[in-house]
């Protein structure tokens, strides 16, 4: 038991210690940008890309709590 709780600390760390990481990575990508007077521009090319992601993301986390896939929805076989 002690092991398996052993690599459970471990991969927490190691999911913690990337998401850390990839925040740093974004964070400097942005000040650098930002220096260059980028930032704006690409703010106008991402925005339609994130609006389409929080819309399946909103999608899906109310086909969870519904119970029902989106497949039987729209009659699928599922």
Do not use: C, H, W
Not at 39 to 53: I, K, Q, S
């Amino acid at each position: 038991m002690e092991t398996y709780l052993n690599l459970m600390l471990i991969r927490f760390g190691l999911i913690a210690g990337g998401l850390v990481v990839l925040a740093l990575v974004v964070f400097a990508i942005a000040l650098t940008l930002k220096r260059k007077g980028r930032l704006d521009e690409v703010r106008r090319y991402a925005d339609p890309v994130v609006r389409v992601g929080l819309r399946a993301a909103a999608r899906r986390f109310e086909d969870r709590q519904s119970g029902t896939s989106r497949s039987r929805r729209q009659g699928g076989r599922r």
